[in-house]
């Protein structure tokens, strides 16, 4: 059996190193594909979110005839239009609840809204009169009920809106992230691919 040789040794010595030496390579290529696959992915949500938006036809209300406000009338397709409809949606809720929560608002009538569903004492009723279940629901509770429902409306309308916000905000992490992972894996790959300085 030969010995090895000094050339044979240095040979197996040097591909070991040139192995070890594409490891960090191949290392911040893959950072890099992960951060532009990030970015897609992010760039692919904001836009179906845009999409699904405008599918809903809705456009921006007017706060008050005297000030509008300044996205008054356009289409809500974009985190800042939907920002400003559901502050419309609020301000307008406020007005017909007197600024009261749906929580806030007591419900003492029947599912169709038209008689009371309890009977009601002068302490626990609304307009100060004692009512019976049964009884049609005087002016003041008819107003509370329709008030209520919609308070309910409301929030369930600010609620779905509140969530294509949020989908823009996740959207617009995910490609800021994309974008600097991308941009440290391709640093690492141009630092690794210049030659060593040998002092």
């Known amino acids: 059996m030969s010995e090895p040789t000094l050339d044979t040794v240095h040979g197996a010595h040097a591909a070991r190193g040139d192995h070890a030496s594409r490891t960090p390579l191949m290392l911040a290529t893959i950072i890099v594909v992960v951060g532009i696959v990030m970015a897609a992915v992010g760039v692919t949500t904001y836009a179906v979110t845009v999409t699904q938006l405008r599918a809903q036809q809705i456009t921006v209300a007017s706060v008050t ?57 002068v302490a626990a009723s609304t307009d100060g009169q004692a009512h019976t279940a049964g009884e049609a629901l005087s002016a003041a509770d008819a107003q509370t009920y ?26 617009a992490l995910i490609i800021g992230l994309g974008i600097v992972v991308a941009l440290i894996g391709w640093t690492m790959r141009m630092t690794l691919r210049q030659p060593a300085t040998t002092a």
């Open 65 to 121: 005839p005297e000030n509008p406000g300044r996205l008054a009338g356009k289409r809500v397709s974009d985190p800042f239009t939907a920002l400003a409809e559901i502050n419309a949606i609020a301000h307008h809720t406020n007005a017909i609840t007197g600024g009261k929560t749906y929580g806030e608002l007591g419900n003492v009538a029947t599912s169709d809204g038209k008689t009371y569903s309890k009977d009601l004492t």
């Open 146 to 171: 329709s008030a209520r429902a919609t308070a309910q409306q409301s929030s369930f309308l600010r609620a779905s809106i509140y969530v294509s916000v949020l989908a823009f905000g996740i959207s």
